[in-house]
T-cell receptor, first 111, second 118 residues
Framework: SQQGEEDPQALSIQEGENATMNCSYK?????LQWYRQNSGRGLVHLIL?????REKHSGRLRVTLDTSKKSSSLLITASRAADTASYFC???????????FGQGTTLQVKP | GAVVSQHPSRVICKSGTSVKIECRSL??????MFWYRQFPKKSLMLMAT?????????EQGVEKDKFLINHASLTLSTLTVTSAHPEDSSFYIC??????????????FGPGTRLLVL
């Protein structure tokens, strides 16, 4: 079953602005991962944050994790039109690799 | 970086036929691969875990006789949709988890296979 809830479901911003997406989950986790999917394509792994970590950075991406609130956020700074895609969070509760995906946020960055 | 391929990328078949989808890890070995299904504008739903050399583990509600999984080697898993019906039309995505212990948390996704059953 899907345990992740993401908001917003859709986000439209101008190039150069920051985009923030949120993810909430229900059970305890080993790690939480963020993926990107361009329309009709496979998934690209963006960043993984472990349950004992609170924040991680990778280029223009910043991910936070609050295990007490069972939530995570993905911030994309200085967005570009090429960032237009769907973004999914996924949780791994057993460290077996079985991922439970959130519903996703569709991001549109207007040039 | 690690690459996972899927073949075919797109398939159209008649109702009642069986369709085989291959998932290959091209530059790493994977004892575990995963099969997901995605409906349009929806999230990915885990169908099953494919284990090399043993039976696949199916998620609740997924018919194992309908979706046959074989993990014949450390680089190949296949999903066969048997007696396909229009409701099986979907986007099927696999992922593979490298054998290397240092990066076991990360898994790599294939580009997906779009199945249309007429």
């Amino acid at each position: 079953s899907q345990q992740g809830e993401e908001d917003p479901q859709a986000l439209s911003i101008q190039e150069g602005e920051n985009a923030t997406m949120n993810c909430s989950y229900k059970t305890s986790i080993n790690n939480l991962q963020w993926y990107r999917q361009n329309s009709g394509r496979g998934l690209v792994h963006l960043i993984l944050i472990r349950s004992n970590e609170r924040e991680k950075h990778s280029g223009r991406l910043r991910v936070t994790l609050d295990t007490s609130k069972k939530s995570s956020s993905l911030l994309i700074t200085a967005s570009r039109a090429a960032d237009t895609a769907s973004y999914f969070c996924a949780t791994d509760s057993s460290n077996t690799g079985k991922l439970i995906f959130g519903q996703g946020t569709t991001l549109q960055v207007k040039p | 970086g690690a690459v996972v391929s899927q073949h075919p990328s797109r398939v159209i078949c008649k109702s009642g036929t069986s369709v085989k989808i291959e998932c290959r890890s091209l530059d790493f070995q994977a004892t575990t691969m995963f099969w997901y299904r995605q409906f349009p504008k929806k999230s990915l739903m885990l169908m099953a875990t494919s284990n090399e050399g043993s039976k696949a583990t199916y998620e609740q509600g997924v018919e194992k006789d309908k979706f046959l999984i074989n993990h014949a080697s450390l680089t190949l898993s296949t999903l066969t949709v048997t007696s396909a019906h229009p409701e099986d039309s979907s986007f099927y995505i696999c992922s593979a988890r490298p054998l290397d212990g240092g990066h076991q948390e990360t898994q790599y996704f294939g580009p997906g296979t779009r199945l249309l059953v007429l």
